[in-house]
């Protein structure tokens, strides 16, 4: 599989493509915004011409956009075609992407992504693949130079289930990190002293150990996916089974820092939220 498209060049999109370029793939891009295709040196000016690949890889920002892509992509597609939606979407949604594309002879995965645009560029995602196996198998060759690791989830929307409660626990993190915090200041301590001693204890998490010294304590607030993107997250886990009370509380307090800060601010402005009064 050596000729692939990537629909969707923002922070996520951009970085794939060069990654896959730079492993020797002939790579094309396409996205909407005449600015991003600009600034991407393999995009092409029509989506028609991005369909002439082997595979496509969307980098999308909701269901809505996923599924009038993918609308477009089946109504030309020719059997074969493997399509590898990264977006973070709605695991119902993609079952039924997935059931339409199969049905032409067209093979779709939900494979969303952990690690951000400079995990993108470093080839060092965390893919949590979902699909039919021949299709997962399929996709492990075009996910392979951008990916750290490409965990097999299981069936159509299972990499989607797995995204949405792994961003609902990170949410939740950031909110109990910015807690801390402030009960450490309210106890006199430093926050960088507290964040460095939890790093090191039994309590850590990936937001005390990775995002307050790359993102928060510095005032960096640039991780390149923002709050509003989250809380987009955090909305469709709210629909899986199961959930319990310390989910429906993080739900509550995401919604409450959407309506403190911008939907564009970063969003490991949760930390901020539980943290410093407004």
């Not at 402030?182 to 301590?189: D, F």
Request: hydrophobic share 50%.
């Amino acid at each position: 599989m050596e000729r692939v498209s990537v629909i969707g060049l923002g922070a996520m999109g951009a970085p794939m493509a060069a990654r896959l370029a730079g492993a020797g793939l002939s790579v094309r891009g396409f996205d909407r915004d005449a600015a991003k295709r600009e600034a991407c040196p393999w995009a092409v000016e029509r989506f028609a011409e991005a369909l002439d690949a082997d595979a496509l890889i969307l980098s999308l920002p909701n269901s809505a956009v996923v599924e009038a892509v993918t609308a477009e992509a089946l109504a030309t597609a020719r059997p074969g075609l493997l399509i590898v939606d990264t977006s973070t979407a709605d695991p119902a949604s993609t079952r039924r992407l997935q059931a339409q594309a199969a049905a032409q002879g067209v093979g779709f995965v939900d494979a969303p992504v952990s690690g951000g645009a400079k995990g993108a560029a470093e080839g060092r995602l965390l893919v949590m693949l979902g699909g039919a196996p021949d299709d997962r198998e399929r996709a492990r060759a075009v996910l392979a130079p951008l990916a750290r690791a490409v965990l097999d989830c299981g069936g159509p929307g299972a990499g989607n289930v797995v995204k949405l409660i792994n961003n609902l626990l990170c949410s939740a993190h950031l909110l109990l990190a910015g807690e801390a915090l402030r009960m450490g200041e309210a106890a006199g301590l430093d926050a960088e002293t507290l964040a460095a001693a939890l790093a090191a204890g039994s309590g850590r998490s990936g937001a005390i150990e990775a995002n307050l010294p790359a993102w928060v304590l510095n005032g960096a607030y640039d991780s390149g996916f923002t709050l509003g993107l989250m809380g987009k997250d955090v909305g469709l886990a709210a629909a899986l089974d199961g959930l319990g009370p310390l989910a429906g509380a993080t739900l509550a307090q995401v919604a409450a820092a959407r309506a403190r800060f911008a939907d564009g601010e970063d969003f490991n402005r949760l930390v901020d939220a539980a943290w410093r009064d407004a």
